[in-house]
């Protein structure tokens, strides 16, 4: 019996020796952070948007000398938006010890997926998109937003219907995936509770290209405004020149995805005109820190939507974290965890100072409107849950 | 007497918002049969005669619908067409009919016929993978990016939606019906009048019978992977036109619609690969209408699994019997 407990608890001992050991390299060994999101499939765009921006960020720290002498390596991870490769992923990830960080996943359901995946293993994750608010709520310590939660722009949109495009009737469709699902209950519990109870519910399929069925009906139900929550901005572009043929008059409010300028003002020829949407930032170009990126990525990779700055930033954040922590020449990821849960006041190119909250939440995420005109979007609106 | 009045009124007002639906989703519902039946014909006429499923069909369409959005970009510029508007609709989907064409006889001459005397699942493995180096061919060269067709400017302001009483007809939907109708009756006048035609039907009825009669079996079959695919390329360009984005990914969605409704309509028949297209245009369109817009592929498949289970040679089929 003492045998037995005496070789346990080496056992045990050995064993919580090596684990230590597993997570603690020196930085001389390497450094690399992965980038998971779905870089084939319908939402490659804006996956691709935000893996070439934080390439962006990667090459200027490596520009500058990289972390201790040591340059940076961005690993991409796909997950086609398929939850089970996306722990294919967060799996190869994990076993990577040279990997510190991760930027991503920006889709609510991989990060669901792969959230304890992550946490086991205390391995950063800063998503740029995920907005599903309970994904913050279930007490995982490694998961961090840059964008604000569903549940504020959820809220937000409501009062932004009801008070800007004082709106009466509203019909709302919703993709059916979980981001989209979550906006559109967030929304219509907010009218509901603004006392804008005629609302009308439908679903739409993403990609689909044709969504005249669903909009006959609309048409027939006749709305103040379309709330048209579609992840990317090109099935947006088609929402919302098809409304304009068959003749809707309800205004088009369309979601953070459709602001782009080439994918959905520029593809609906013209039937954007007056639309609204909705987006986690305020305009870059109205940022001035913002300039030496967008002059970078326009430069490289063309047109920037809305999802590409918050990546810049978040790997930014990421790597002065990894850098904070490679100053004593040992990195590891707990430290690297705590030194990213204790960002305050970090000045990007947002427009905002970031702080992440005792969840890992942005604090004081505001929603910003943008009104379609002309050629270009124009801020017309914040609404900060007021 | 009031009870019963203020219910009539109550049971009309709530049939009226779908009686008002009616007309234009039915217009909603030929346009995408006419598109569905022209990819539905592609695959019916190579199951006809060489009793395998052409996998890449889906992807034929894709490609056509790229051909006429590079055919449309060339000849726009600043989306000003450099020649008229109807010439250079014409020449969108004859190209994208021509290259499709040629592609579908380079297919069936690298992937099919060394396989030809091979096992059946053989031959469904050679056409899966073609589809699938075909979606990241275009993948790799096109981009993940849905492309938009800058369809607008061809038609003229006052022509582009015709209103009739409720029903808002898009002039792009009227040329898509008329041309995907125009085209089966073309194929059906070929089937039914021209020598090719009947050596057609005759190496579907039987291949080694219609060889014997001195039928070159393999230039028939080389025929109809063209007409095949030429057909599913039209369709690609007009969706493109229709509904103006195509990326590498729709030919997935829309081999399996196409597929379901040639097996819908009898695989094999191509009147029969028609009518099913054009009832599971209808039958999406009027899923949309009662139920909310997510069912309305699980009312389409299960109208086909009702069909299989009760007519399990399709709509227009054969029961062919065995051959002992």
Redesign the interface.
């Known amino acids: 019996m003492r045998r037995s407990l005496v070789f346990f608890v080496l056992l045990v001992g050995m064993l919580l020796a090596f684990s230590a050991l597993a997570f603690s390299a020196d930085v001389s060994k390497g450094i690399k952070v992965g980038n998971a999101g779905a870089f084939t499939g319908d939402a490659a765009a804006p996956c691709m948007e935000i893996y070439n921006s934080a390439q962006i960020a990667v090459d200027e720290w490596n520009e500058k000398g990289g972390i201790k002498g040591v340059k940076i390596e961005q690993v991409m991870g796909d997950d086609a938006l398929d939850p089970a490769q996306g722990v294919n992923v967060a799996n190869k990830f994990v076993a990577d010890s040279l990997i510190y960080g991760v930027v991503g996943p920006p889709m609510s359901h991989i990060a669901q997926a792969t959230m304890k995946i992550y946490g086991a293993a205390n391995l950063t994750c800063i998503t740029t998109a995920a907005s599903k608010p309970d994904l913050t709520d279930q007490g995982f310590k490694q998961f961090f937003r840059v964008n604000a939660r569903n549940d504020a722009h959820g809220w937000n949109c409501a009062l932004f219907i009801q008070r800007e495009l004082k709106a009466k009737k509203v019909a709302v469709l919703n993709e059916k995936v979980a981001y989209c699902e979550n906006i559109a209950s967030e929304t219509i519990n907010g009218l509901k509770k603004l006392g804008v109870t005629d609302i009308m519910q439908d679903t739409i399929v993403a990609g689909a290209k044709d969504y005249s069925a669903v909009l006959t009906k609309v048409k027939a139900y006749g709305p103040d405004v379309l709330f048209f929550v579609a992840t990317t901005a090109p099935d947006q572009a088609i929402g919302v020149r098809q409304a304009k043929e068959l003749g809707i008059k309800a205004v088009f409010f369309g979601t953070e995805g459709a602001r782009d300028k080439k994918d959905f003002i520029q593809a609906s020829e013209g039937a954007a005109e007056g639309a609204y949407v909705y987006h986690f930032a305020p305009d870059v170009f109205a940022v001035p820190e913002a300039a030496g990126y967008v002059k970078k990525y326009e430069a490289k990779y063309g047109t920037i939507s809305g999802f590409g700055p918050p990546a810049y930033e978040a790997m930014n954040i990421l790597l002065t974290a990894i850098s904070k922590a490679a100053a004593d020449g040992n990195i590891s990821r707990e430290e690297v965890l705590k030194n990213v849960a204790e960002t305050k006041g970090y000045k990007g190119i947002l427009g905002f100072p970031v702080t992440f909250d005792k969840k890992g939440d942005l604090e004081g995420g505001a929603t910003y409107f943008f009104k379609v005109a002309g050629k270009d979007f124009k801020q017309v609106a914040v609404m900060t849950g007021k | 007497m009031t009870q019963v009045r203020t219910f009539i009124f109550l049971r009309t007002s709530f049939m009226d918002?779908?009686w008002?639906?009616l007309p234009?989703?039915l217009v909603?519902?030929l346009t995408?049969g006419g598109v569905y039946a022209l990819i539905a014909i592609g695959y019916t006429m190579v199951y006809g005669i060489l009793f395998m499923l052409n996998f890449a069909h889906g992807e034929i369409y894709m490609i056509g619908g790229f051909v006429a959005w590079w055919v449309l970009y060339l000849l726009t510029g600043n989306n000003v067409p450099f020649v008229n508007a109807g010439v250079l609709i014409a020449f969108m989907i004859l190209m994208a009919m021509g290259l499709p064409g040629v592609l579908g006889i380079l297919i069936e001459r690298f992937a099919y016929r060394p396989l030809r005397k091979a096992p059946r699942m053989n031959l469904l493995l050679s056409a899966l993978g073609v589809s699938i180096f075909l979606q990241n061919l275009v993948?790799n060269f096109q981009g993940?990016?849905?492309r938009?067709f800058?369809?607008?400017?061809l038609i003229p302001e006052g022509l582009r939606?015709i209103?009739v009483g409720d029903v808002?007809i898009?002039f792009m939907r009227i040329l898509v019906i008329v041309v995907a109708f125009l085209l089966m009756a073309l194929l059906t006048v070929m089937v039914k009048k021209t020598k090719v035609g009947k050596a057609m039907r005759a190496t579907a009825q039987d291949i080694e019978a219609a060889a014997f009669m001195g039928i070159d079996t393999d230039r028939i079959i080389v025929l109809v992977f063209f007409i095949g695919s030429a057909l599913g390329g039209a369709a690609g360009a007009l969706?493109g036109l229709?509904?103006?984005?195509v990326?590498y990914?729709?030919g997935f969605?829309a081999g399996l619609k196409g597929f379901t409704a040639a097996v819908l309509g009898g695989i094999g028949n191509i009147r029969g690969a028609m009518l099913g297209g054009l009832i599971l245009g209808l039958l999406?369109?009027l899923a949309?209408?009662f139920f909310?817009?997510?069912y309305?592929?699980v009312v389409a498949f299960m109208v086909l699994i009702l069909v299989l289970i009760f007519r399990p040679w399709g709509l227009m089929g054969e029961k062919i019997p065995e051959k002992v």
Do not use: I, R
Request: aromatic share 10%; no cysteine.
């Open positions: 918002f779908y008002q639906q234009q989703q909603n519902g995408l993948l993940a990016k849905a938009s800058a369809v607008a400017s939606v209103q808002v898009s969706v229709m509904f103006t984005q990326d990914y729709v969605q999406e369109s949309t209408t909310p817009a997510t309305k592929d």
